[in-house]
């Protein structure tokens, strides 16, 4: 029996290499082409026609539902997310399965026995229903952040922030020089901000890419990114090609 071929379409570079080795203990998947952003996912899918993909829904460019829209080439598909778990269960169906981002080994070997059962695609209704939740999703986006200020707190409009990191353990808002902390940890403001806005390019940073002004080589393949003020923020290694 010929191998199932996969395709691994995710913007971090730490989730496609453990679903690669995930796969890698399993018999009869062959990774045939790897993707970190939805417009290169598109070609990619067409171009090696897998039998199989793994795909993030949150990307830059085109979202996951976007990308099976785009391609002509039909596989069957495990979403990947990061989404909370209720509502993914909303959208469970038989052709797709979803794994829920950090997910147990024992989830992903069952993720693959439920696709080898029903191997599909995702129907159109399952697609308009993942777009109308990810929708209701971006309504609820955080537009402004509370900011304690003695005993009272200042709005901050998210768009004016250039980004926010962690030292010491805390999580700071950054605006040019001015830096203050804030009650939110760094991935629950990943999730509840604009992902077309704010992008993750460190495990201790999220940017709001509207803010970078100049980006500057630093070494060994490695970039920093530069605001009107303040400290540049440094791209980790597995994220410099994605920025």
């Keep these: 029996m010929?191998?199932?071929?996969?395709?691994?379409?995710?913007?971090e570079f730490r989730a496609r290499r453990r679903i690669a080795e995930l796969l890698s203990q399993e018999d009869g998947y062959e990774v045939v082409g790897e993707a970190d952003n939805g417009a290169d996912a598109v070609e990619?899918?067409?171009?090696?026609?897998?039998?199989l993909i793994f795909l993030d829904i949150?990307?830059?460019?085109?979202?996951?539902?976007?990308v099976l829209q785009e391609a002509q080439h039909k596989p069957a598909v495990i979403f990947v997310t990061a989404y909370d778990e209720h509502a993914v269960q909303a959208f469970d169906v038989h052709a797709v399965d979803y794994l829920l981002k950090?997910?147990?080994?024992?989830?992903?070997r069952e993720a693959l026995e439920r696709v080898g059962e029903k191997r599909g695609v995702a129907e159109p209704d399952v697609l308009e229903r993942l777009e109308m939740m990810i929708r209701d999703s971006r309504e609820s986006m955080l537009e402004r952040i509370p900011v304690r200020r003695g005993f009272e707190f200042d709005m901050v409009p998210v768009a004016s922030v250039d980004?926010?990191?962690?030292?010491?353990?805390?999580?700071?808002?950054?605006?040019g020089k001015r830096r203050v902390v804030v009650d939110h940890t760094l991935r629950e403001l990943e999730e509840r901000l604009d992902p077309s806005m704010f992008m993750r390019v460190h495990r201790n940073s999220l940017v709001n890419v509207n803010r970078i002004i100049r980006v500057v080589p630093w070494g060994r393949g490695r970039i920093a990114l530069h605001f009107t003020e303040g400290e540049p923020v440094h791209v980790g290694r597995d994220r410099t090609q994605a920025v």
Excluded: E, H, Y
């Design 44 to 51: 990619l899918i067409d171009r090696v026609k897998p039998d």
């Design 102 to 108: 950090p997910f147990p080994d024992g989830r992903f």
């Design 58 to 66: 949150r990307m830059p460019g085109l979202s996951g539902f976007q």
């Design 163 to 175: 980004c926010f990191t962690i030292a010491d353990g805390l999580v700071f808002l950054v605006q």
């Design 2 to 11: 010929s191998s199932v071929t996969v395709c691994i379409i995710d913007d």
